[in-house]
Structure formats: C-alpha cells, structure tokens
C-alpha cells in the first residue's frame, strides 16, 4: 500500500464493505474513535490496549521512555500487573498539593506531546515486530475527541504507508475542527496524505423515515428487548437498524433499567478510561438522582482538567451543570462553573471563558464567585487571548476588583493567600507593561506576607509559583544568579515538573555554563513526552560543545516532531552545510523559506550555498538583500567577506570580516580574516587573530597557519 486512506461512508456497513473490498496489510488493530467510548484517547487508548502488552515484552523500555503517555491515554496500564513495565507517573507539587487552591495546568500542546510519544511507540513496536507492514483500521472518526484528532493526524504524517497503513472512516459530511486554537488540523492533514474513497449506498438501507415497525415485523416482546439490550451494549452506537428500532420501541422504564444495567457492568469491568465515557453516558440516562449523575460527570471533568484534556473537560462540564440545579447545590455548581472556564482559558477559548464569567456573575451574588471570575476575566485579558485583544488596562481592572474582595475575607490564612494570588496577577501585567521591578517588589511582599501567615508546608504550590515567577522576573532584568537560585530552589520542592529544568536550562545557557544546561535539558527530555522545545535547545548547547552529531540528531528530531520549526531548520541547514551535504542543506534552507520568506539566517545561508554552487552572481545578490533587510547580522557581513576574496578583493573581504567581528566576534571569523590578512601580506594582523582563536581552541590546523605566518614574518625581517 503506498498511501494511507480515508473512507468517507454514510453507513457502517458501506464502511466496513469497502474496507473488505482493499488488499489492505495484516491488520494491527481495527478501533473506534468515537468519544463516546472512553472520552479523549478513545482511538489511541483502544490501539495502545491491544498491542502495548506485546510491545513491552518486545521493547521494555518503551514503558519507562513513555509511561506519561501510555498512563494518559490508557490508564488501566497503572493497574498491577503493569507496574514493573509502565512506571507510574511521577508526582509533582500539584498532586501532592492538599488544598484545592490548584493554580498550574499543563500547558494547551501537552497533547500534541502525548500523540508524538504515542507515535513513537508505534513506529518502535513495528520495528521490533520487522515482519512487513501493517494496518490501523480507525472508524468513528468525525466524533473523535480533539486528543484522538492530532493523535490520528500525527501517525498520519509521521509513519510512512510503507510500515503502517492507517484506514480512517468517517461520514460523508465535512470533518469539523475542534473549537479554538488548533495545534494540527486533522481536516488537511487527510487531505494532504491520504487517498479519499467516497462510498456510496449499496441500496440495502432504507432511504428516509425508518418504519420501526415494519424493520421488527417477526419479533416477539422477548426479541425487541434483547435487540434493544444489544443496542445499549454497543453504547447505542450499533449502526443495525433492528437494533435502533428495538431501542426506540421498548418502554421508557425498560430503557432506563438498561442504561442502568450497562453502567453497572462498565463499573464491573474496573477501566478507568471507561469512566470519561460510556460510564456517564449511560448514568445520564439511567434514572439516577441529578446530583449522582452531576458528580459522575464532574469527577470526569476533574480528571480531564488535571490531565490537559480541556475539550473533554469543557463537554463533561457542560452536561454536569445540566444535570444540577444551582440552588440546591451551589458550591458544586460552582466548582463545575470554574472548571469550566479554567479548561476553556487553556484551551484558547478565551471568549467562550469571558461568556461563562459574565454568566456566573450575573446569576451569583457570592463574593467568592465574584472574586475568581474578576481574576480568571484578568488572565483572559493578559494572557489567553491573542495578541490583538490583550488589553492591560482591562486586565488591571479586573485584578484590582479580584485585590478588593480578597481584602475583605474575614479568615487571616484565606485574606492572605486569596490576596497574594490576586497580585501576582497584578505582577505579570506589569511584566507585560515594561515594569520588572515593580512585579518584583509584589512578589517579594506576597511572599513575606505568606511566610508571616501561613504554616511552612501550607500552600506550597502558590508558595513555589511564586518563585517560579520571581526567578522569570530576575530573568527578564538580567540577574541571572538571583533566577539561577530561585529556579534550583523551585526544583528542589518540585523537583519531577520538565518546564522547571527546562528553563533552569536557559539560565545556564546565558551564564555560559552549558554543560550543566545539557544535563536540565536532558532532564526535562526525561520528564516530558516529546518537547521540540528542549530537543532544540539542547541541540544549540551539543553545536557550541563541538558535538556536531548529537546536534544534528536533535535538529533532525525537532523536525520530525515540528516540521514547521524554522530555527531548526536554520540550523540542520547550517550544519548539513558545514558536512558538504550542500544538497540536504538547500532543501532546508527551501523549506524554511516557504515557512518564513524573510528569515535573515535562511537568506544568509541562501548565499553560502549558491556560493559553494559557484554562482557568485546570485550569492552576491542574495547577501545584499539579506543586508538591506538586517545590516546588524554578521553572518551576511562575513559571507559576503567570503564572496569578495573569492574575487580578489582583498580589502574588501577584510572591510567585511571587519564588519562581521565588531557585530559578533566569532572564532571561525576570526580564523577567516586570519587567512585573509595573510595572504593580503598583513601578517601581524593575521599572526594576532591566529593568536586569538588559540586562545580558546586547541585547533592544530590554526596552529600550524600561525606557525607558517610567523615563518612568513622571519623571512621578511630577513630580507
């Protein structure tokens, strides 16, 4: 098979027709998608349950490399009988946290890591099974969970047809995006890489309105429920039209004592996954009490919020308020209310979140509602929303009411917490205004409020965010020591968080100390499913080591993960440059520009290739439009050094190399101007800029290059 493929069927049975009719490969799993199942991770999970035991005992460090993953998408992995493969999910601060004050999330593309760990696992499973390529069968597709969604269309880009054939099936109706920001459209990634075959009826289904009575004509009583019992097992997503009309024909009392009979088995079974999807699907319609059915679908919610699945907590809250009134329970009503918006914030729904709080304020009278809608409103303003709508002044507003009614609460440990909260919201608008200092003095104070009212171990996770903040602010000013301690004291409470050591990292990047910076990196790799982000730095901190090789892997990793990501193209193109692979480096430096016209380092790197092609002309005027554009890069100022020494002009090329050093004085510069100088006859200038690379490289070459310029000067002093 040398394409995936996307069947589009208005019926299962078309579908599953058509599916019979391709010469498809041995099938590795055939699953649905449909949310309804098990919530987010339907497909994935479906998949990771039916190969992962053999995959283990195949490849056993697949577990360790990407237990988060795996306990994400499958979490009956964390029962017993994995624990010595699939090791638990390490715990941070916000899971040991005792108050319900949570104030960290994972961020809106942990998803997007989780799919690439998933696909990981496949593409080193099949590896390991080296016995020919397979198939992924995935139906159910257009009512997938946004989390199955990039998870389908990441295998879709990443595992070639050669090795896994994915067949994916939806209706014949548009696929709809998820609501929000999206990190990869499923829609175009079908369009783009698979072969559509759109399946119409085959004339065996009853066209319009379906007669019930007519498709169960022959049934007796007894027949009609079980046909209905069968439909309900199925989670009433059979597509038998026997079944449907079973269903639709049996008493309202039987079908409520089915649903109640269907969730009582699901509960038998022991999945956890179940309860994020057919366990509150049939409780809705199983005649519980509202509060029983509400606390089923927050308890969901809760988890999918924890989690980063923000779509999925978003619906389970949605139905959760419905099934409760707000006067009989308004706490629960709340807690429902304010997850909600909090999985809508991440998610990048902002102005859906801006609706839920004008709602919760026009319908509450509590101050403590009032409180948190005035602060998640202030986020929305400094943070959620793009940048044409982040408005500071709004944002401040809003914190300043949220400051007020903290003010006022009547328990000193509650005043002081709720209040030092409130401000640090006040400090990040003032890190967006231009003013460190002043969020530096709100956090220094709310942190000395809180040692003076709070017991040490109390409130630990805020306590630590506000570190965590305060070294981003020492960050920003250039107090690099003070970020340096706090980011090491923040790891040293909470010390399993991958962001933490990833910018740990970044400090001791800037402080020179790379080798410590590696090891953070590596650390956070460790953490975290696949991170672009730290493959790419640790890939910068491997090229200023000298590890050529380990960068090039991590720039090739980056790309695998990020095909968009311009820097690491930038970079693999250099690299590949500098390796005489002048062919590879051209295609990088192609693709990058496609991404970003403009992009100076891509634009240099256009002119060192047609260089090296030997088409000075076009390199010239590639360089000249790179300077025109940025006339502070050095990099241009030294290609076009290069170029004119290449055509004589000696002067000229040192004029640039010049330039190039006073803008980013760089050893590989210096070494050229060495060699420029010295055959220009200016030897001492030469003999000094050999000088200086050795100063800081013990490279033979230029020691032998210094060793002949002096030999140069003795003969001219000969003479």
């Known amino acids: ?35 309804r199942l098990r919530g987010p991770y339907t497909a994935a999970g479906a998949v990771l349950r039916a190969v992962l035991p053999d995959a283990l005992a195949r490849c056993s460090e697949l577990g360790p490399r990407h237990h988060v993953e795996i306990l994400t998408a499958a979490p009956e992995f964390a029962g017993p009988e994995f624990a010595r493969s699939v090791p638990p999910m390490r715990t941070t601060l916000e899971h040991r946290e005792t108050s319900d004050a949570r104030t960290r999330y994972q961020a809106r593309l942990h998803t997007m890591r989780i799919s690439h760990g998933l696909a990981d ?13 397979r198939t992924l069968l995935i139906g159910d597709v257009a009512d997938a969970d946004p989390t199955d969604q990039e998870f389908i269309a990441v295998i879709l880009r990443r595992l070639a047809p050669a090795q896994l054939t994915v067949v994916v099936s939806t209706g014949t109706g548009p696929l709809a995006e998820p609501p929000g920001p999206i990190s990869v459209s499923l829609p175009t990634t079908l369009a783009e890489r698979t072969r559509l075959l759109t ?35 199925t989670e009433c997503l059979s597509g038998d039209l026997r079944q449907q009309a079973a269903y639709r024909s049996v008493a309202d009392a039987d079908r409520v004592a089915m649903h109640a009979e269907r969730r009582r088995q699901l509960l038998g079974i022991g999945e956890p996954s179940l309860l994020l999807g057919a366990v509150p699907f049939h409780a809705e319609r199983a005649g519980l009490p509202p509060a029983e059915v509400a606390r089923v679908l927050r308890n969901a919610q809760l988890h999918c919020k924890n989690r980063g699945l923000y779509h999925a907590a978003v619906e389970l809250g949605e139905r959760a308020r419905s099934a409760i009134d707000r006067a009989t329970d308004p706490d629960l009503w709340w807690e429902i209310t304010g997850d909600v918006t909090t999985s809508l ?4 729904r902002a102005e859906e979140a801006e609706q839920w709080y004008d709602e919760a304020r026009a319908i509450s009278i509590d101050p403590a509602v009032h409180m948190h809608a005035a602060y998640g409103t202030a986020m929305l303003f400094a943070r959620h929303y793009g940048n044409g709508q982040r408005d500071s002044v709004r944002a401040r507003r809003w914190l300043n009411q949220a400051v007020a009614i903290a003010s006022l609460l009547p328990d000193p440990k509650d ?23 002043e969020a530096l003095r709100l956090l220094n104070e709310g942190m000395a409020w809180l040692d003076r009212e709070l017991a040490p171990d109390e409130q630990m996770l805020h306590r630590t965010g506000l570190r965590y903040n305060r070294a ?37 990047r800037r402080l020179g100390r790379n080798e410590e910076a590696l090891a953070d990196y590596e650390q956070a790799l460790l953490l975290s499913p696949p991170f672009p982000e730290a493959y790419y730095n640790r890939g910068d901190v491997r090229l200023e080591l000298g590890d050529v090789v380990g960068a090039l892997a991590d720039f090739d990793r980056v790309l695998e993960l990020d095909p968009e990501h311009v820097d690491a193209r930038s970079n693999r193109a250099a690299i590949r440059c500098d390796l005489g692979d002048v062919d590879g480096a051209w295609d990088d430096v192609n693709a990058g520009l496609a991404l970003a016209d403009a992009n100076p380092y891509l634009r240099c790197l256009q002119a060192r290739i047609l260089s090296e092609r030997g088409d ?35 002067a000229g090329a040192i004029a640039d190399f010049d330039r190039a050093i006073d803008l980013g004085d760089r050893l590989e510069f210096r070494y050229n101007r060495a060699m420029i100088c010295q055959s220009a006859g200016r030897l001492d200038a030469a003999a000094a800029d050999y000088r200086a690379v050795l100063a800081v490289s013990d490279d033979d070459e230029v020691a032998e290059e210094l060793d002949r310029c002096l030999s140069m000067m003795r003969g001219q002093v000969g003479v």
Not at 3 to 27: E, Y
Not at 121 to 130: P, Q
Not at 345 to 348: H, I, T, V, Y
């Open 415 to 437: 005043r002081a917490f709720q209040s030092v909260f409130q401000r640090n919201g006040i400090a990040l608008v003032e890190t967006r205004e231009g003013r460190p200092e």
């Open 345 to 348: 914030s991440a998610a990048g």
């Open 199 to 233: 399946v119409y009826a085959d004339g065996t289904m009853p066209a319009g309105h379906v007669d019930d009575e007519a498709v169960l004509a022959g049934a007796d009583a007894g027949a009609v429920v079980a046909l209905a019992r069968e439909f309900v097992a």
């Open 1 to 35: 098979m040398n394409s995936h493929l996307w069947i589009a069927a208005a019926d299962r049975r078309d579908r599953d027709r058509a599916t019979a009719d391709l010469r498809l490969p041995p099938v590795l799993a055939e699953v649905s998608a449909h949310r």
């Open 121 to 133: 696992i496949l593409r080193d499973y099949l590896v390991a099974l080296d016995d020919g390529p």
């Open 616 to 650: 000075a002309t076009a390199a010239n005027q590639a360089v000249r439009r790179v300077l025109d554009a940025a006339p502070t890069l050095a990099e241009a100022w030294a290609i076009r050094g290069g170029l004119r020494y290449q055509a004589g002009d000696l």
């Open 472 to 508: 981003q602010v020492y960050g920003m000013m250039g107090r690099l020591t003070e970020a340096l301690a706090d980011f090491t004291s923040v790891i040293d409470v909470d010390p399993n968080f991958a962001d933490h050591y990833f910018n740990r990292g970044n400090i001791l």
